[in-house]
């Protein structure tokens, strides 16, 4: 429909003439512990100015029926305003007070008020989630982030509940077996960073204080909240010790105090991404309160979204993008600031290595889909800027911050930072609003630097070019400049040979500006030709580095041997995206895995170099070596499994391991007889979630039967244990299986979007390419329908997840083709998924293809 899809036009239009004063919004939410109740009162206040008055408008609402609306005293029929998706209001005056009553759905996909029952205890709890534009699910609202305005949330809820909301609450009345919870209004804000959390959660609390350089002392109340099921395994003390440490580092840095009053921090049920910078209710997906052993990664993971949304309260909160071409001015930010804060304030400082390895590789992946954009992206309605919450707008547009610092200075940079807050408080903003004053901070002109780094696509590739002489020294050294923009890339050079115990340490180092297709670099002319050349050391610009040929031999015989740790992350990123560009045969890089995975000593990049060799075996491998290869990385992991440190973070990244390479009768045995206590490896903890990984490897493998999952459902009855139930059930190597699957997704929408993401992700089994074979066809037969029909959260979940990635054949490229080319009219963030789809069925082809070389 073209009102439930806004158009950036739309919403120039309405900011154009209206400026919103307020919002009131009481929502009645007692029906929620009724399982048959479908809707829950929703009453919104909005007093608005026009300067056009007479002229007509419209307010977004996404609800089953509305009750009543009134416009400035004058009752307006439902039935001939409202269409489903909006309201329209006519005959505006100077001064506006509308008052609209509604309906609206509880949700179960994670989108507007999402409504969880806990199966360990019958508890019901709710939270709100709304980016880019779910608030309109439950209040009705102009919903554009440019119309800001104080909020100010009346909750009457259960008895037994407490409820939370971006501000503190002024009175709680109690009302038969219910309680009215009256919240302060807000700060101005965006209709998307609004938030109601509601439930018998469990609380922990703490408090932050801070002398200002005016004298006054800033008091921050901090709360953190979970179920009550998952309180045993709440480490709140860690999280408010990240939080205090992310507090002191923003508030030193920005000089802006914190502008929201309290920080309370939601860990809330089937959460659809990481978290979300909701001003003083921050929600986060509960998956990072840990019911298991994780490894020290995971820890520093959470740090990192902790750091990155509160990060937020500036970068996006307190100063948001006028529309969402400028999402970048938040997420970038926040993605920089993350890893950043996290090297200047926590104990966490692997995070820069995290970051080049992990965060990096998705932008790298994004970058070169042919549905790649712009930093600043061109994001015509909200489908699009759904579909822009990705590598490109967080993890490139980090990279291309940390560049920009190093070009300008961290002192113009945080100078900048500054004054674009006290600028443009409780504001909006644009591209140019904030390159203004890094130009005023720094003194350099931005506009050539802009345009090349934030206003063009790609990614560039720097490779060296040397000569030496008959004695073996360097006579000429150039970094070469592929990609469809040349640009200016500030880079360090590392030059690296052996030490007297063999490791490859850094011999020399030259830092310097790249401009065009060739740079000479005449400051490494004369030198030794070292071991080992590594363009971008210290991973200063965002671009894809490659070797000359006697570094790339070097890697081959030393790569687990470079001493330093980002170096080593680097090497190992670059030899993943030569394999990934079929310019490495699929084999090499397993070979690299299987001689140095198991000297990794950071575990963050030993879990990806699992990840990636995973994805190498089964997608990018040429299929007649796939199964001797999925046998000596099955080796491989039982080998280091078996001499990792007991109880070490190592011994557990390769317990996992083994789940996932697990083909032969040995190792089902091994995972069986540690399942039932019969065999044993000295530190490894048999935990539930470990638990859960052994039995997905069994039953994928048709070693485990729906008994067995299901007994061991019996003994661990909580949402993770019917999340994962239902992924190994449909994981199980059957017909019927996979159509239950296929069925439970397709045929009906009453799954919650937890268990729509274990369905899929059962079902999509690498081994089992023979079984879902025959499903491709009925895939594109339905992505129109499945587009139109469910929430864009779900549709995006179906189109990615079904696809038949495993099907890799050029039969299989030829039908998404024919879907394309059949269907140009089609949704366009429908077709960009499926074209990005199309581009990595199409990179493993001409992967396999050089595996074959």
């Not at 759905?105 to 029952?117: I, K, N, P």
């Not at 200063?540 to 080593?568: M, N, P, Q, V, W």
């Not at 170099?609 to 990385?633: C, I, M, N, T, W």
């Not at 089992?768 to 499945?786: K, S, V």
């Amino acid at each position: 429909m073209p009102g439930k899809n806004l158009s950036r036009e739309e919403a120039q239009q309405r900011a154009a003439i209206l400026s919103v004063d307020s919002y009131r919004v009481h929502l009645d939410v007692t029906s929620a512990v009724d399982p048959a109740a479908a809707t829950f009162s929703s009453t919104t206040t909005i007093a608005f100015r026009s300067s056009a008055p007479g002229a007509s408008t419209f307010v977004d609402l996404l609800a089953p029926a509305v009750r009543s609306v009134t416009l400035n005293g004058r009752a307006l029929d439902p039935a001939a305003v409202f269409d489903g998706v909006r309201i329209t209001l006519a005959g505006l005056a100077e001064q506006n007070l509308l008052v609209v009553e509604a309906d609206c759905a509880y949700s179960r996909t994670g989108e507007g008020l999402h409504r969880f029952v806990d199966p360990v205890d019958g508890e019901t709890y709710l939270y709100t989630h709304y980016e880019p534009a779910d608030a309109r699910r439950v209040f009705a609202t102009f919903e554009q982030p440019d119309l800001k305005a104080p909020f100010g949330f009346t909750v009457t809820a259960p008895a037994a509940w407490d409820v939370y909301n971006n501000a503190v609450h002024e009175d709680v009345a109690t009302e038969g077996d219910a309680r009215v919870w009256q919240f302060a209004a807000t700060k101005p804000i965006s209709t998307y960073l609004t938030a109601v959390v509601a439930g018998p959660y469990h609380v922990e609390r703490d408090h932050y204080s801070r002398e200002l350089a005016d004298g006054s002392t800033l008091e921050i109340p901090l709360a953190a909240t979970c179920r009550r099921s998952l309180a045993p395994y709440f480490d709140a003390d860690e999280i408010f010790t990240v939080t205090k440490q992310g507090l002191d580092f923003f508030h030193q840095e920005f000089d802006f105090p914190y502008p929201f009053g309290k920080y309370d921090q939601c860990f809330v049920p089937e959460y659809n991404i990481g978290a979300m910078e909701n001003p003083g209710c921050v929600t986060f997906r509960e998956d990072f309160v840990f019911r298991s052993k994780v490894t020290e990664a995971s820890y520093e993971g959470r740090a990192n979204v902790i750091l990155h949304e509160m990060a937020h309260m500036w970068f996006g909160d307190l100063v948001t993008m006028k529309w969402w071409d400028d999402l970048w001015l938040k997420e970038s930010f926040a993605d920089f600031m993350g890893s950043f804060s996290q090297i200047e304030a926590t104990r966490y400082q692997s995070a820069w290595i995290t970051f080049a390895n992990r965060r990096k590789a998705w932008a790298y992946r994004q970058d070169q889909f042919p549905t790649t954009h712009p930093i600043t992206a061109d994001i015509r309605d909200l489908e699009d800027a759904k579909l822009n919450f990705d590598g490109i707008t967080y993890a490139k547009g980090a990279s291309v911050l940390k560049q920009l610092v190093a070009y300008v200075g961290r002192d113009a940079f945080f100078e900048g930072a500054r004054q674009y807050f006290k600028r443009h408080a409780y504001g909006n903003t644009v591209l140019g609003d904030l390159l203004g004053v890094l130009e005023q901070t720094s003194g350099r002109d931005l506009t050539a630097w802009s345009k090349s780094w934030l206003q063009t696509a790609g990614v560039n590739s720097l490779t060296p070019q040397l000569t030496t002489d008959a004695e073996g020294r360097i006579t000429e050294f150039a970094v070469v400049q592929d990609g469809a923009t040349a640009r200016p890339h500030r880079i360090a050079i590392g030059c690296y040979d052996r030490d007297t115990v063999g490791g490859l340490v850094r011999t020399h180092r030259v830092e310097l500006d790249v401009h065009g297709a060739r740079t000479v670099v005449p400051e490494l002319a004369g030198l030794p030709r070292p071991a080992l050349v590594l363009l971008n050391d210290d991973d200063l610009t965002y671009c894809k580095i490659r070797f000359d040929g006697h570094s790339l031999e070097t890697l081959r015989t030393g790569l687990g041997e470079i001493a330093d740790g980002l170096a080593r992350a680097l090497a190992w990123s670059a030899v993943w995206n030569l394999t990934r560009d079929g310019l490495m045969p699929t084999r090499d890089y397993l070979a690299l895995v299987l001689r140095f995975a198991g000297q990794e000593s950071d575990i963050g990049v030993l879990q990806s170099l699992h990840q990636q060799a995973k994805v190498a075996l089964d997608v990018y491998a040429d299929p007649a070596g796939r199964s001797e290869g999925a046998r000596l990385l099955a080796d491989c992991a039982l080998r280091e499994l078996r001499a990792a440190a007991p109880g070490s973070d190592h011994q557990l990244a390769w317990a996992r391991f083994l789940a996932q390479t697990a083909r032969e009768q040995e190792q089902f045995q091994l995972l069986r007889g540690l399942l039932a206590g019969t065999a044993r490896i000295d530190g490894l903890d048999m935990d539930q979630d470990l638990r859960w990984l052994f039995w997905l490897a069994l039953a994928s493998s048709g070693e485990a039967g729906a008994g067995e999952l299901n007994a061991e459902l019996a003994a661990d009855n909580t949402a993770s244990g019917k999340q994962n139930l239902t992924e190994c059930l449909a994981a199980l190597p059957t017909a019927e299986a996979k159509a239950a699957a296929w069925s439970a997704v397709i045929d009906s929408d009453e799954l919650p979007n937890a268990l729509v993401e274990a369905q899929i992700a059962g079902f999509n089994q690498p081994g089992q390419r023979e079984l879902t074979a025959g499903y491709a066809e009925r895939y594109f037969a339905l992505l129109e329908d499945i587009w139109s029909e469910r929430s864009i959260e779900i549709a995006m979940r179906i189109v990615g997840g079904f696809f038949p990635r495993y099907q890799i054949g050029e039969q299989t490229l030829a039908a998404t083709e024919s879907w394309l080319s059949g269907h140009p009219s089609a949704a366009p963030a429908l077709r960009r998924l499926v074209l990005e789809c199309h581009d990595d069925l199409a990179r493993a082809l001409r992967a396999q293809s050089c595996d074959r070389s």
